[in-house]
Nanobody
Framework: QVQLVEYGGGLVQAGDSLRLSCAAS????????MGWFRQAPGKEREFVAA????????EYADSVKGRCTISRDNAKNTVYLLMSSLKPEDTAVYSC???????????????????WGQGTQVTVSS
């Protein structure tokens, strides 16, 4: 098990940048594949980005590719999501997720993750 807490959400304007953080505790962070997902009101949860245990491999949803960067600092037990050129349609609750997997693996599906944070609200005004 691992406990996840997200930070950094808030109200921003379109075109702004925002960095979300997800701090993990409980077990060896470097053994966890990490992912970011988001859920807007009335919509299903969707994949945003994911990163392998070492940080070498990453994947992004097409909707955020080129605007988002996922990274991790295993020494600080933290994964980050840097979002730039934010759009109103990026408004959602952003949650991080974690699951133990071998190196090189990156997970895109929510049902592949067994550990979730509570989420942080990101609101982008036009």
């Amino acid at each position: 098990q691992v406990q996840l807490v997200e930070y950094g959400g808030g109200l921003v304007q379109a075109g702004d940048s925002l960095r979300l953080s997800c701090a993990a505790s409980g077990r060896t962070f470097s053994t966890f594949v990490m992912g970011w997902f988001r859920q807007a009101p009335g919509k299903e949860r969707e994949f945003v980005a994911a990163i392998s245990t070492s940080g070498r491999f990453t994947e992004y949803a097409d909707s955020v590719k080129g605007r988002c960067t996922i990274s991790r600092d295993n020494a600080k037990n933290t994964v980050y999501l840097l979002m730039s050129s934010l759009k109103p349609e990026d408004t959602a609750v952003y949650s991080c997720a974690a699951d133990i997997r071998p190196p090189r693996l990156v997970l895109r599906r929510a049902n592949e993750y067994r550990n979730w944070g509570q989420g942080t609200q990101v609101t982008v005004s036009s």
